[in-house]
Structures are given as structure tokens and as C-alpha cells.
């Protein structure tokens, strides 16, 4: 019978965390702009991968273009609360991100590249 209770509470536990995580990770798809330009992208996950594309081109960058994959392979992190992936610019270059939820409406994107770093904020645009 103890074995039994202790099972079901492993089993509410876990259904209880999953989710937690599964709210975490739904937050961050939708529309956003970014803080910084006019630029709009669509994050969108695909068999808990997370996408970045293009919606909205900023018009700043000439290689810049609306379906370009601007974040790829983002997945979560439970241990560091972030998701990790890579951001590809419209020039190509290739650089390690991180994707971090500030709160709804606004997540915090850093870039890096080798000892490089630019954090730029990204607005949940409204349906």
C-alpha cells in the first residue's frame, strides 16, 4: 500500500512538472518584435525544437528576408531556465543563443560569439 502512495505521487509530481515546463516553453511561441528595429519574427516549435522566422524585414540589412530561419534548434534548458540554440543572420554568419522569458510579453535574446555577447529584448506583438 506505501509503495502504492508513493507511486501516485511520483506520477501527480511529474505530470505537475511536465507541465510546468510545457507552459514555460508554450510562452515563447507567437509574434515579436524586436526592441532595438522593425524587425518581426514567428518562434513556432516543431517536436519540441524551437524555430525563429522571419516575418517582418527591418529594412537595415540588405541580405535580410521575410521566412529567413533566424533562430534554430532552440531547446530548453530546465537547469539554467533558458533556451539554447543557434542564431543564423541573414548574412549567414552563425552564432550560439540564448532565449530567456523576462515576463508574457517580452524575452530577452543574447547572442555570442567567441568573446562577443549582444542582449536585445523582443516584444510580444498583440493577435
Same mark, same amino acid.
Given at each position: 500500500?506505501?509503495?502504492m502512495v508513493?507511486?501516485?505521487?511520483?506520477?501527480?509530481f511529474s505530470?505537475?512538472l511536465?507541465?510546468?515546463?510545457?507552459i514555460?516553453?508554450?510562452?515563447?511561441?507567437?509574434?515579436?518584435?524586436?526592441?532595438?528595429?522593425?524587425?518581426?519574427i514567428?518562434?513556432?516549435?516543431?517536436?519540441n525544437?524551437?524555430?525563429?522566422?522571419?516575418?517582418?524585414?527591418?529594412?537595415?540589412? #540588405?541580405d535580410?528576408? #521575410?521566412?529567413h530561419?533566424l533562430l534554430?534548434?532552440?531547446?530548453?534548458?530546465?537547469?539554467?531556465?533558458?533556451f539554447?540554440?543557434?542564431?543564423?543572420?541573414?548574412?549567414?554568419?552563425?552564432?550560439?543563443?540564448?532565449?530567456r522569458?523576462?515576463?508574457?510579453?517580452?524575452?530577452?535574446?543574447?547572442?555570442?560569439?567567441?568573446?562577443?555577447?549582444?542582449?536585445?529584448?523582443?516584444?510580444?506583438i498583440?493577435?
Amino acid at each position: 500500500m506505501k509503495k502504492m502512495v508513493l507511486y501516485s505521487v511520483i506520477v501527480f509530481f511529474s505530470i505537475l512538472l511536465m507541465s510546468f515546463i510545457s507552459i514555460s516553453n508554450s510562452a515563447i511561441t507567437g509574434k515579436w518584435i524586436f526592441s532595438n528595429s522593425k524587425r518581426q519574427i514567428i518562434i513556432y516549435e516543431d517536436k519540441n525544437v524551437f524555430f525563429g522566422k522571419i516575418i517582418e524585414v527591418s529594412g537595415e540589412d #540588405k541580405d535580410e528576408k #521575410k521566412g529567413h530561419i533566424l533562430l534554430k534548434d532552440f531547446i530548453y534548458d530546465n537547469q539554467k531556465n533558458l533556451f539554447k540554440g543557434q542564431m543564423i543572420a541573414p548574412s549567414g554568419m552563425k552564432a550560439n543563443g540564448e532565449l530567456r522569458l523576462i515576463n508574457n510579453n517580452e524575452i530577452e535574446l543574447v547572442v555570442k560569439k567567441m568573446l562577443f555577447s549582444k542582449t536585445i529584448i523582443l516584444k510580444k506583438i498583440s493577435k
